[in-house]
């Protein structure tokens, strides 16, 4: 089957067909139009273009970023937690194959063309690579980041707090109860006290341990996006009447997802981060029933005292060995790939 791929540089120039494509944010944020959508006005860098390639079905999407002429890569940032190319829901091993083999062609104009936050079990991946690779490219895979999770499983917060360190555990059974005599919870879901919820959450982030943001504008504009979509739940822990933690959460299909958190270093004695997590991990099983937890892009350490479940996150350097920079990509791939085989020995 012969397939072509239409390039287009801005969503509102999709054809309907491809825009059908996007995922609901309530069910996959990061396969929805709106994730996209505050990607490409606040994320990308000072001259990159979005360059959005639908098959000619359609039967994929691929949201990719183009980088003068020189560079195209999936349309990741910073702040991606996973993506992947978009697929028609009746789409089979073989349409998976066949847009896998156009997209393989187009990339052939490049060198080396690089796709990250990649999940290694997604269904689709086995297929759409044998079709990159049947348009004559390689393909080196890649670790990426971790991401830490654990199932719920039907466990209420008791039953999850259990499975916890015990060193947590005393830290909430002394810190928790005197922060929440205190009320200084709050949780934001929607529109109402918004503007005043991302004003201490910027105002927390400023007096982090934190780097400064690369895109400053993005988590604001996303926050208010989520909000609108119904997923935004935003947790902010007061002290004195001065914010000392927020989170950033959302809720897609069960599953509550942490995007971005921070805490006042000058409050560290209240363990505010800690006691905050525990705290909107409660609530968000009492008033959302979720199904799991997700703590995002990132192996930190804190993680793993809230999460017992690791997954790698991958990415993939498709190569045109026909090309001299191609070429030489791919031998510097094969003996990287040959050194740490030897050190794993």
Known sequence: MIRSLERCTALAALPAAASALFADPARELGASRLW???????????????????????AALWPMLLSGAERLSSLTTPYTTLFAPLFAPAADAAAHRAAGEAFGRFCRRWAVVRLDALDAEAPPLPAWTLGIRRAGLRILRFDHFGNWHEPLAGRDFAAYLADRPGALRETLRRKLRRAEAGGGFALVRSADGLADA????????????????????????????????????????????????????????????????????????????????????????????????????????????????????????????????????????????????????
């Open 198 to 345: 991302i004003a201490a959450y910027e105002d927390v982030y400023a007096r982090s341990w934190k780097p400064a943001e690369p895109f400053p504008l993005f988590n604001p504009a996303l926050i208010e996006a989520t909000a609108a979509a119904g997923i935004l739940r935003l947790g902010i822990l007061r002290h004195g009447g001065r914010p000392v933690a927020v989170q950033f959460w959302v809720v897609c299909g069960g599953v509550a997802t942490v995007l971005k958190l921070a805490h006042d270093e000058a409050a560290r004695a209240l363990s505010p981060g800690t006691v905050l997590t525990a705290w909107m991990i409660r609530t968000l099983l009492e008033q959302d029933a979720i199904t799991a937890v997700d703590f995002g892009r990132g192996d930190d350490p804190y993680k793993r005292h809230w999460a017992r479940a690791r997954r790698q996150r991958i990415g993939l350097m498709l190569i045109n060995p026909r090309r001299p920079a191609g070429l030489a990509a791919l031998a510097r791939g094969l003996a990287s790939a040959a050194r740490a085989r030897l050190r794993g020995r």
């Open 36 to 58: 996209f959508e505050q990607s490409i006005a606040h994320a990308l860098p000072a001259g990159a273009l979005p360059a959005l390639l639908a098959d000619a079905g359609p």
